[in-house]
């Protein structure tokens, strides 16, 4: 898939709502109101993740997930973690 331009990149954010593009990375951090709470978030990213075939780098908080995608054999961001970020925000985040 190709490497989307700085430009590209800029216009997706507007649709993906709570996501910050940091360094060669889209990145996005959920809070909770439990721990327990945070690692289901965890486990339904994980099979939207297998669905769309694309893995992103998650990091499990005390009550916080951190998500971070990357299309790191194309060299940065492209399609498929815009299509990730759009999939993930349509999971139940309630805190």
Not at 20 to 29: A, W
Not at 36 to 62: C, K, N, T
């Amino acid at each position: 898939m190709a490497k989307l331009r700085d430009d590209e990149i800029q216009a997706r954010l507007a649709s993906i709502r709570g996501w910050e593009h940091l360094g060669d990375m889209l990145v996005r951090t959920w809070q909770f109101a439990s721990a327990r709470r945070a690692l289901e978030f965890v486990v339904q990213a994980r099979g939207v993740s297998d669905r769309i075939g694309h893995y992103p780098e998650v990091v499990l908080g005390f009550r916080t997930v951190r998500i971070e995608l990357n299309s790191r054999a194309d060299g940065g961001l492209t399609e498929k973690d815009f299509e990730l970020a759009a999939e993930l925000n349509a999971l139940p985040d309630d805190r």
